[in-house]
């Protein structure tokens, strides 16, 4: 029966002749490879931020051409109060319209310019204090929300 043989520490382990070796080896290897595997790893570093930018963007419910205007911690509020913002676009074209439709999304347009405002002053407030502002915009918005689609009948 064979034995195995048995290695000490020093076989095992990293050794100052194999980082030696390791060493040299890099040097010859990597400049030939670099040149070759570069252009890929541009590529690749591309497609990975590509995909998450669609992603953020599905997230937040908004074209990836406009994930720039979305950002910071209340980038959710934002895309909302602008999908909120068509809604109310769309509610004063529509051709069911009242007066007090109009009356309606002139004073709600306000509200979210003032909300837009709160989203955007609380990103420099401390966490709790941002996540209270970020609370009561979104109940606001809510609100808003719902006599929207009130209004449209949904």
């Given at each position: 029966m064979a034995r195995k043989k048995?290695?000490?520490?020093?076989?095992t382990g990293l050794t100052p002749k194999k980082a030696r070796n390791a060493v040299a080896v890099?040097?010859?290897v990597v400049p030939a490879v670099a040149p070759a595997l570069a252009p890929l790893a541009v590529k690749a570093a591309s497609a990975v931020r590509d995909a998450y930018d669609h992603y953020?963007?599905?997230?937040?419910?908004?074209?990836?051409?406009?994930?720039?205007?979305f950002t910071g911690r209340g980038a959710h509020l934002l895309a909302r109060i602008a999908?909120?913002?068509e809604a109310l676009t769309e509610l004063r074209g529509s051709e069911r319209a009242t007066?007090?439709?109009?009356?309606?999304a002139k004073d709600a347009r306000a509200t979210l310019e003032q909300l837009?405002?709160?989203?955007?002053?609380?990103?420099?407030?401390?966490?709790?204090?941002?996540?209270a502002a970020h609370h009561a915009v979104s109940a606001e918005l809510e609100r808003i929300e719902g006599q929207v689609l009130q209004r449209l009948g949904v």
């Open positions: 048995t290695r000490t520490p020093a076989e890099a040097k010859i953020q963007a599905r997230r937040l419910g908004v074209p990836v051409d406009q994930l720039s205007e999908g909120t913002s007066d007090d439709d109009a009356r309606f837009t405002a709160a989203v955007r002053a609380a990103e420099r407030m401390p966490a709790s204090r941002r996540r």
